[in-house]
């Protein structure tokens, strides 16, 4: 069971909300909104983003990763590395 | 006229990409799809909207800031100083 | 202790080798270097600082989050939430 | 001519404080300080080189860029590319 698996509406809906802003910004760009709003509507896309990965981080932390380690040390190393790739490509992205 | 406006067909494609990918994360999430499958997929999506970002800025600044800079210095440098504001934000998101 | 004890030396050599980085750049500056190479040279130390950040904080979760959620949930809770918001500050930075 | 030449001392005075900065993050690690403190001055220094990198970045497109599109359109183009793939490292790093 995935760790976020409490919160799957609320996820739900934020994700919803993202899709929304991401056909708002097609139709910006459909009638030639000027640049510099579109590209402030993708930075605002991109940090909505930005916390829904966060907070899914910090669910799969609370459960699988505190799970694993609880189960055995190797085990929790191995989820906390997976973990660290995860946060790398989220810090490069 | 704003600077990607010949390229709109292709910054609606990508953008119809990027909402099908966002729609591909809710599925994830509704399936109960292990944490970091998810993680990673929401990095694909914001590796895509980064070079959407930055292809429009390259638009931008190739129409907007430079017709501007042509027309007098102080429109150049306004029009420079508002894009380097956008990069900033989308350096930080 | 922190989580990072046993490998102080190796974080001090690489953070020694990025104020040498720094410096470096202060000398591209003085001797008026074209400015794409100067930012060239400063995303490459932002690299250099991502990379100890990300290994200080496997680091941190493998034994300050882990140690502290096999004392109690509601600590593990509290740590995990701590990390969140450091890797929230990576992210944005 | 850098396009930063007129702001030589400011650029240098701040990246000297950065030097000082990184010199701390070792100090830090030396005294065995709680892994997120250090991760928090990292996430400090990381922000102080990208307001200098996005203050370096609007010299240029002020100076190296706006010139070279005066020359020429193509001369413009290649300063514009150039620019634009300088901002993506500084987004991805």
Do not use: F
Request: aromatic share 4%.
């Amino acid at each position: 069971m995935a760790g976020y698996h409490g919160s799957t509406d609320q996820y739900l809906t934020r994700l919803r909300r993202i899709e929304g802003q991401v056909r708002g910004v097609q139709r910006m760009i459909s009638e030639d909104t000027y640049c510099i709003d579109v590209l402030t509507q993708i930075s605002a896309i991109q940090s909505a983003l930005d916390s829904v990965a966060l907070c899914l981080l910090e669910d799969h932390i609370n459960h699988c990763v505190v799970d694993a380690a609880k189960r055995s040390d190797e085990e929790g190393r191995e989820k906390v590395q997976e973990a660290t790739h995860a946060i790398a490509r989220l810090v490069k992205s």
